[in-house]
């Protein structure tokens, strides 16, 4: 099976963006099954251009870019792997609960319009957790797909 063979038959979860930061910048422990799943192609990150676009931005700021270069990393490193490892989706309709924070709707829209689980480690998002398990999306679930 190839990559993109692998990446079409994964099981997509949207990811928000402090968890990609996780993943391929700060390299967090409690996202190393995570990556692994990432990596083999058991899951999949669905994303839309305007997530890439916001993980491009936010790797502009000042103490993320300080932590690129304590890393050795370059933005286009970060984009590289999230280039590498997610599915393009097309913007998600407004999903029938909202988030306090409108930066973080477009998560819960492409996860509620999708049915896939949700990884974020964002308060804004952690509180709707009833809500968004009344649309069908799990928030944040334990169990990483075995290898």
Same mark, same amino acid.
């Given at each position: 099976?190839?990559?993109?063979?692998?990446?079409?038959?994964?099981?997509?979860?949207?990811?928000?963006?402090?968890?990609?930061?996780?993943?391929?910048?700060?390299?967090?422990?409690?996202?190393?099954?995570? &990556?692994?799943?990432?990596?083999?192609? &058991?899951?999949?990150?669905?994303?839309?251009?305007?997530?890439?676009?916001?993980?491009?931005?936010?790797?502009?700021?000042?103490?993320?870019?300080?932590?690129?270069?304590? /890393? /050795?990393?370059?933005?286009?490193?970060?984009?590289?792997?999230?280039?590498?490892?997610?599915? &393009?989706?097309?913007?998600?309709?407004?999903?029938? =609960?909202? =988030?306090?924070?409108?930066?973080?709707?477009?998560?819960?829209?492409?996860?509620?319009?999708?049915?896939?689980?949700?990884?974020?480690?964002?308060?804004?998002?952690? =509180?709707?957790?009833?809500?968004?398990?009344?649309?069908?999306?799990?928030?944040?679930?334990?169990?990483?797909?075995?290898?």
């Amino acid at each position: 099976m190839t990559s993109s063979e692998a990446i079409q038959t994964a099981q997509p979860w949207v990811i928000d963006t402090n968890i990609v930061l996780d993943l391929w910048l700060f390299e967090d422990p409690a996202t190393v099954p995570l &990556r692994a799943a990432l990596q083999s192609g &058991r899951i999949s990150h669905l994303a839309t251009r305007s997530m890439r676009d916001e993980l491009e931005r936010v790797l502009t700021y000042p103490h993320i870019v300080k932590r690129m270069a304590k /890393s /050795s990393l370059q933005a286009q490193d970060i984009l590289n792997r999230f280039d590498q490892h997610h599915v &393009r989706a097309e913007p998600a309709d407004k999903a029938p =609960c909202t =988030c306090k924070d409108p930066d973080d709707q477009k998560f819960i829209d492409l996860a509620v319009a999708h049915g896939v689980p949700l990884l974020s480690k964002d308060a804004a998002i952690l =509180c709707m957790k009833k809500r968004l398990s009344q649309s069908g999306v799990v928030l944040n679930p334990s169990d990483i797909p075995a290898q």
